[in-house]
């Protein structure tokens, strides 16, 4: 408040004391607020704060310069409605006192690992949990009555509501990479930077995607199932061997990576399409790229799925791609659910197209207790675990409370791991056309 009033010559307490009509009289122009040279979220944060304050109190437009060379400043405010501008602004300020003194992180899901949650204390915060899978009305109860000014997010859906709720919240962090349950559209145009963990399950993952697959193929599950009801399966059974299949990988991020890796080793050839990678990932793990996803599948005896899901990549795996695949193929995905049309794979291993998949994720979670995958036997089912171990537990938490500090103390972070760094980019660039 200060820096307002230094810059038109009067002290907040003046402010104050001034009537209505002085006020109106005083505040007609339009305040600018210095611009941020160097990249401090913090700053950016203040200035954030001081413009609603601002704008709600006196019923003024206030015009943000400049932005955060990584993700903008993201006001994007129209004109003020100035005959509820006492009644906000009370309430602003009200809420600007409790929110100066919360240092909670609210956490949607489970305890994060023990190392995660020392980093917290460290910085002398604390973290707050919600039930796990709660909806965003939940989400947003929570948000308001503790003023967190971070979420670390794992179970539920951070969207609009949730942002709204808490206009405090400067920053969003996933317990993982997997964004789908974030709206980072309307993150980005909130200004809010929303991280990832980029690579710090990658190793859990890239092994369960090959436990599954192991387990399809040898058919693990119904050999034991079998012994352990007295039947000794051995007189006519034929399995098969992996090595020498070829191995299509959907995405070539780092749990992509990891994951072939591991299949080259099994004797695996690998081939892969991902448009927005650079050849250089393909080169370094001996990879064949693909022009087009249908050209890999044409080749693909075993398909892992490593990409996000998106508008583009839901249902992306339909009929018509299944149809594609070779004859005795198997699915793999550690992914998202969504990526699938479930009715069409099972109906491609019933119909006997397909041998068989591995799967540790749904579209909808949990899935409904009649859900059709229980009744293929072919299909090894687990409940989207993959990344779940003691060892990526630790990195992802730490990574993820790490960078919801690093936003909030004004550090630099890694452009990859704000994943909504180009519609931040987009928001702030459409700002300031608008200012112009």
Not at 20 to 34: E, V
Not at 252 to 276: C, E, H, S, V, W
Not at 311 to 320: E, F, P
Not at 347 to 352: F, L
Request: net charge positive.
């Amino acid at each position: 408040m200060n820096l307002l009033a230094d810059r038109r010559g009067c002290q907040a307490d003046d402010i104050r004391r001034m009537g209505k009509g002085a006020m109106r009289l005083d505040c007609q122009k339009r305040l600018k607020l210095p611009s941020v040279h160097q990249p401090n979220p913090v700053l950016l944060n203040i200035r954030s704060r001081i413009t609603r304050f601002c704008e709600a109190l006196l019923g003024i437009r206030v015009i943000a310069q400049g932005g955060h060379p990584q993700f903008g400043s993201g006001d994007r405010r129209g004109p003020i409605d100035k005959s509820d501008k006492i009644q906000r602004g009370s309430t602003c300020r009200d809420a600007m006192e409790t929110r100066a003194m919360s240092k909670t992180i609210l956490v949607t899901g489970p305890d994060l690992d023990p190392a995660a949650s020392q980093v917290v204390a460290d910085h002398g915060y604390q973290t707050v949990h919600t039930p796990a899978y709660a909806d965003s009305a939940v989400i947003s109860e929570f948000m308001r009555k503790t003023g967190a000014v971070g979420i670390v997010s794992r179970m539920g859906r951070v969207d609009a509501e949730v942002m709204d709720a808490s206009p405090q919240l400067k920053v969003i962090s996933k317990h993982g990479v997997g964004v789908d349950n974030i709206d980072i559209q309307a993150a980005a145009a909130r200004g809010i930077p929303v991280l990832v963990a980029t690579g710090a399950n990658a190793v859990s993952v890239a092994e369960h995607a090959i436990a599954l697959l192991l387990a399809a193929v040898k058919r693990i599950l119904p050999l034991d199932s079998g012994l352990r009801a007295g039947r000794w399966e051995k007189p006519g059974f034929s399995g098969r061997e992996i090595a020498g299949s070829t191995m299509g990988l959907m995405g070539m991020g780092a749990i992509a990576q990891a994951t072939g890796r591991i299949g080259k080793g099994l004797g695996l050839k690998l081939i892969g399409y991902d448009p927005y990678a650079p050849d250089s990932a393909f080169e370094a793990l001996g990879a064949t790229r693909c022009a087009t996803f249908e050209d890999m599948l044409t080749q693909t005896h075993i398909l892992s799925l490593h990409c996000p899901l998106t508008d583009k990549t839901r249902g992306i795996l339909n009929a018509d791609a299944l149809a594609r695949m070779p004859a005795g193929g198997y699915v793999i995905n550690t992914a998202r659910g969504g990526l699938i049309d479930e009715a069409a794979l099972v109906a491609s291993i019933q119909s006997g197209h397909l041998a068989g998949a591995g799967l540790d994720t749904f579209a909808v979670e949990p899935p409904a207790p009649d859900h059709p995958f229980f009744a293929v036997p072919e299909i090894i089912l687990t409940p989207h675990i993959g990344g779940v171990t003691r060892q990526a537990g630790a990195r992802v938490g730490v990574d993820a409370v790490r960078g919801i500090f690093q936003i909030l103390d004004g550090q630099l972070i890694a452009p990859e791991r704000i994943i909504n760094r180009k519609l931040l980019e987009a928001s702030q660039a459409s700002l300031a056309s608008v200012e112009k």
